[in-house]
């Protein structure tokens, strides 16, 4: 280990990390399961999966699924199909330009499409035998039109947003820096470079990160840096311990 990397990891040491793996879907699995190995081998403790329930699941992939909770993995719900079938106006398709290509499905609903998607969402983990989800995290983290006094009436205890985690119980936001790999083009490549060392340098001061982590990064070109920062910040946690802290 260079004296450089030995310097990180000990400004890093008392970060704790939130480290979730996106977009887990049928089509998904195998680079899934080539995350988790990388994980295991970098004896991340605490992680987190986040299911899509509107996908095409067969038996043998919801199998999966089970032996991945078997295995301690945390699911949570994280929307219902992850696409849209249309961009609800202009805001939505500079979304979808910009930051979520055609993923970020809450933002094409109103505030009672929003609710039925994410109760649909719940009720399809217990439906396939699995536990329920206490997490919910919205594709592209947006949330979209939905007054925050009415996610507290649906089943999840937490909600992650782009700036941090929210609870369902006392509607108290917990701001939280974000660390992203999905550079897949040349121009998100060095945004997302500095997006990353901000937010780094933000952890420092927050003692909390999070890691999040699509099915392609380990084949796009901050596959390097995601490496990097799975072994400089070792102190992980998983969502619930969130509101425990008082953060």
């Known amino acids: 280990m260079s004296s450089t990397e030995a310097s990180r990891r000990e400004r890093h040491r008392w970060v704790r990390a ?59 719900g994280h929307g219902w199909r992850h696409r849209v079938e249309r961009f609800g106006g202009l805001r939505h398709r500079l979304h979808g330009q910009f930051i979520s290509r055609n993923v970020a499905e809450h933002l094409a609903l109103d505030s009672a499409g929003i609710i039925d998607l ?28 939905i007054e925050r006094s009415a996610l507290a009436e649906l089943p999840f205890l937490s909600y992650e947003l782009f700036s941090g985690i929210l609870s369902a119980q006392t509607g108290r936001l917990h701001p939280m820096p974000l660390l992203g790999y999905e550079a897949d083009t040349a121009l998100r490549t060095p945004l ?56």
């Open 18 to 76: 939130l480290v979730s793996v996106h977009d887990v879907m049928p089509e998904t699995l195998p680079q899934v399961n080539r995350i988790l190995a990388l994980l295991a081998a970098e004896q991340v403790s605490a992680v987190t999966l986040l299911v899509v329930p509107g996908a095409s699941w067969t038996a043998r992939d919801l199998d999966t699924l089970r032996d991945y909770e078997a295995r301690g993995y945390e699911l949570a």
């Open 118 to 145: 994410m109760g649909r969402c719940h009720d399809w983990f217990a439906q396939q035998n699995l536990r329920a989800p206490s997490l919910y995290v919205p594709p592209a983290w947006a949330m979209g039109d």
């Open 192 to 247: 997302l470079r500095l997006w990353n060392r901000l937010n780094r340098h933000r952890a420092r001061n927050n003692g909390w990160l999070r890691i999040g982590i699509h099915p392609r990064d380990l084949d796009l070109r901050l596959a390097e840096d995601l490496r990097r920062d799975l072994r400089q910040f070792r102190l992980h946690a998983d969502y619930a311990a969130v509101g425990d802290t008082g953060i």
